[in-house]
């Protein structure tokens, strides 16, 4: 079953703006990763944050983590229209066979030029 | 770095017909992939985790004997949708676990986009 929970759904938004995205999860985690998907296209990975790790940053991106509140936020800056795109949440779950990733429900970024 | 080579990228296929989507590591071993599948606008659910030489493990409400998954060695594992229908239609993605050094630990094919008429 999906673990996350994102949000918002959907946004939009004007060149150049920052948007954030929101991330909430029921277990414990190893790390949470974000992932971007054009429409119809795979999936690429933007960055991984480990759960002892608070923030990180990676070009535009800056992931927090909140561990005590089972949150994480992508803060994408200065966003251009080639940002368009769904951004999913991954959390990566220790269980009993091995570990697995369980992505959240997905927030779909427009970004008007 | 780690690539998971997924084929083919899109498949048409009649109502009634089995379809076979392979996944394949080129330059490491992959000795659990997932197979994801995604709806329209929908996120990716995890539909089974396969082990190299031993059955796959299916979330629930995933029918085993539908959705076929063989992961017969540590480069290749296959999902086969049999009797396909068309609410069979959707995006199906493979990813394996990967343990290199520098990598986040998983890696995805590109995807398979089936469309069942």
Known sequence: ?113 | GAVVSQHPSWVICKSGTSVKIECRSLDFQATTMFWYRQFPKQSLMLMATSNEGSKATYEQGVEKDKFLINHASLTLSTLTVTSAHPEDSSFYICSARDRGPVGHGYTFGSGTRLTVV
């Open chain 1, 1 to 113: 079953s999906q673990q996350g929970e994102e949000d918002p759904q959907a946004l939009s938004i004007q060149e150049g703006e920052n948007a954030t995205m929101n991330c909430s999860y029921k277990t414990s985690i190893n790390n949470l990763q974000w992932y971007r998907q054009n429409s119809g296209r795979g999936l690429v990975h933007l960055i991984l944050i480990r759960s002892n790790e608070r923030e990180k940053h990676s070009g535009r991106l800056r992931v927090t983590l909140d561990t005590s509140k089972k949150s994480s936020s992508l803060l994408i800056t200065a966003s251009r229209a080639a940002d368009t795109a769904s951004y999913f949440c991954a959390t990566d779950v220790r269980e009993t066979s091995g570990s697995r990733l369980t992505f959240g429900e997905g927030t779909q970024l427009t970004v008007n030029p």
